[in-house]
């Protein structure tokens, strides 16, 4: 069964920081990995898809990578801004159930 | 793009009753869905998946007479609470899969979740 494990469970940094959230799974066999973000008592909001053939995505300040063959992931956010606080989750699909991990939970103090 | 509606999104019921939730593929049809739930500082974890006209799959450990699934419709999914206890107060999210082809060329949305606090 596919687990998804996020380091660290908490981040804690000060406004301005480039910070990295790490996501790794135990199957390579994904079609996609997909990052989200999860305010309190909020919905999830998806950030960025690495269909498996990719290598990377970018959105603004934020860029994902992805290495099946490792099963890693990373989630690079650059100069971060208090309203980056929020809970990230990384998902894996083998193609239509996700595995989620359980989180980072990132506060940027101003 | 694709938007996946679910309604309420939050709901107050007392222990005891049940409560429905709804999700809704707004602008694609979705011959499946599927439902997560979150406890507090968790994962989210698969419940079930629902396939249009079609008994829900369950998975091992949520009770399908607790979590009742109807796929009613190519757009609406719905996930009524029965018999509701506090220990079910939870964050549930839905998903649809658009497209019915190989997985590869499916994309899957999620709904916006539904915060659930039995009293």
């Known amino acids: 069964k596919q687990e998804v494990t996020q380091i660290p469970a908490a981040l804690s940094v000060p406004e301005g920081e480039n910070l990295v959230l790490n996501c790794s799974f135990t199957?390579?066999?994904?079609?996609?990995l997909q990052w989200f973000r999860q305010d309190p008592g909020k919905g999830l909001t998806s950030l960025l898809l690495?269909?498996?053939?990719?290598r990377e995505q970018t959105s603004g300040r934020l860029n994902a990578s992805l290495d099946k063959s490792s099963g890693r992931s990373t989630l690079y956010i650059a100069a971060s801004q208090p309203g980056d606080s929020a809970t990230y989750l990384c998902?894996?699909?083998?193609?239509?159930?996700?595995?989620f991990g359980t989180g980072t939970s990132l506060t940027v103090i101003p | 793009g694709a938007v996946v509606s679910q309604h309420p999104s939050r709901v107050i019921c007392k222990s005891g009753t049940s409560v429905k939730i709804e999700c809704r593929s707004l602008d694609f049809q979705a011959t499946t869905m599927f439902w997560y739930r979150q406890f507090p500082k968790q994962s989210l974890m698969l419940m079930a998946t629902?396939?249009?006209?079609?008994?829900?799959?369950?998975e091992q450990g949520v009770e399908k007479d607790k979590f009742l699934i109807n796929h009613a419709s190519l757009t609406l999914s719905t996930l009524t609470v029965t018999s509701a206890h506090p220990e079910d107060s939870s964050f549930y999210i839905c998903?649809?899969?658009?497209?019915?082809?190989?997985?590869?060329?499916?994309?899957?949305?999620f709904g916006e979740g539904s915060w659930l606090t039995v009293v």
């Open positions: 998903s649809a899969k658009k497209g019915t082809g190989p997985s590869s060329g499916n994309t899957i949305y």
């Open positions: 629902s396939n249009e006209g079609s008994k829900a799959t369950y």
């Open positions: 199957d390579s066999a994904i079609y996609n």
């Open positions: 690495i269909q498996s053939s990719q």
């Open positions: 998902a894996v699909t083998p193609g239509n159930q996700f595995y």
